[in-house]
């Protein structure tokens, strides 16, 4: 059974920086592509970042650009998302999630994702 499970998040002044992790389990190999989605309160679900397992293309929110970095460690099953230069907008749950398909490019809707985790909590407050 894939399990996805996030940590990392917690509360930083506008500016600061975090790195969010999400531990992937229940897999050994094949094609997939790992996303962070992000949901603030009242907002709908957006998708911050992916990675793609096959040639480790990344793709971002346009307005993280330049300030958030996703990697992920050699064997993929872990996904790390640096988080820099935080701004309140930030501020969401954030949520690691998986497919698993031959992707090519772009960002994976997230209804067509297969598993995700439970969400750890971003907030940037002064």
């Known amino acids: 059974q894939v399990q996805l499970v996030e940590s990392g998040g917690g509360t930083v002044q506008p500016g600061g920086s975090l790195r969010l992790s999400c531990l992937a389990s229940g897999f050994t190999t094949g094609y997939y592509v790992i996303a962070w989605f992000r949901q603030a309160p009242g907002k709908e679900r957006e998708g911050v970042s992916c990675?793609?397992?096959?040639?480790?293309?990344?793709y971002y929110l346009d307005s993280v650009k330049g300030r958030f970095t996703i990697s992920r460690d050699n064997n993929g099953h872990m996904v790390y998302l640096q988080m820099n230069n935080l701004k309140p907008e930030d501020t969401a749950v954030y949520y690691c999630?998986?497919?698993?398909?031959?992707?090519?490019?772009?960002?994976?809707?997230?209804?067509?994702?297969?598993?995700w985790g439970k969400g750890t909590l971003v907030t940037v407050s002064p």
């Open positions: 990675i793609i397992n096959s040639d480790d293309s990344t």
């Open positions: 999630a998986i497919k698993f398909t031959y992707w090519t490019a772009g960002f994976p809707p997230d209804y067509t994702m297969d598993s």
